[in-house]
T-cell receptor, first 114, second 115 residues
Framework: AQSVAQPEDQVNVAEGNPLTVKCTYS??????LFWYVQYPNRGLQFLLK??????LVKGSYGFEAEFNKSQTSFHLKKPSALVSDSALYFC????????????FGAGTRLAVHP | GAVVSQHPSWVICKSGTSVKIECRSL??????MFWYRQFPKQSLMLMAT?????????EQGVEKDKFLINHASLTLSTLTVTSAHPEDSSFYIC???????????FGDGTRLSIL
């Protein structure tokens, strides 16, 4: 069965420091991976995706993610965090069972402190 | 680009009322639309998947007669919560997808409160 794990409920980072939000996955076949961000009372915004190609994927707002097949991970990173990055982040993998469904992780709340 | 508009953003109504939520893709054709429910401080729970012109595919445990989904065009899908009760109160989010392996683009959600 396919699944996504986000092991941290919350990540705290000082503004200007690098941030990492962790994600590991379990799929059969090639993984199609996504990161989304959710601000309060809003829907999800697409940040980036990995389908094939370079393991380092660059996305919106300065975020990037590194696909690591051997560790089955797809961690989200940013070199210098902003207070405005504080939000809820979801990792997702496409369900290979059809219909293009996404399987979401539980979410990680990122808090960036001034 | 890839904007999804969801209306209304907030609904408060009496128990027994039916509520319709609209989801429109404004600048792309959404071959597939998805409806999710999100409880406070939890992840998204997929309710159903709909392809334009076809009946929706509901996830296990989701009552199709209670949550009516229509996807009549490539830019519009609607979710109708029939005879809503307080336990249906939640945050409902739709998304649209243009094609296979493309990201889903989400609306801003509808907060439904049933009194």
């Amino acid at each position: 069965a396919q699944s996504v794990a986000q092991p941290e409920d919350q990540v705290n980072v000082a503004e200007g420091n690098p941030l990492t939000v962790k994600c590991t996955y379990s799929v059969s076949g090639n993984p199609y991976l996504f990161w989304y961000v959710q601000y309060p009372n809003r829907g999800l915004q697409f940040l980036l995706k990995y389908i094939t190609g370079d393991n380092l994927v660059k996305g919106s707002y300065g975020f990037e993610a590194e696909f690591n097949k051997s560790q089955t991970s797809f961690h989200l990173k940013k070199p210098s965090a902003l207070v405005s990055d504080s939000a809820l982040y979801f990792c997702a993998v496409r369900d290979s069972g059809g219909y293009n469904k996404l399987i979401f992780g539980a979410g990680t709340r990122l808090a960036v402190h001034p | 680009g890839a904007v999804v508009s969801q209306h209304p953003s907030w609904v408060i109504c009496k128990s027994g009322t039916s509520v319709k939520i609209e989801c429109r893709s404004l600048d792309f054709q959404a071959t597939t639309m998805f409806w999710y429910r999100q409880f406070p401080k939890q992840s998204l729970m997929l309710m159903a998947t709909s392809n334009e012109g076809s009946k929706a595919t509901y996830e296990q445990g989701v009552e199709k007669d209670k949550f009516l989904i229509n996807h009549a065009s490539l830019t519009l899908s609607t979710l109708t919560v029939t005879s809503a009760h307080p336990e249906d109160s939640s945050f409902y989010i739709c998304s649209g997808q243009e094609g296979i392996n493309q990201p889903q683009h989400f609306g801003d959600g509808t907060r439904l409160s049933i009194l």
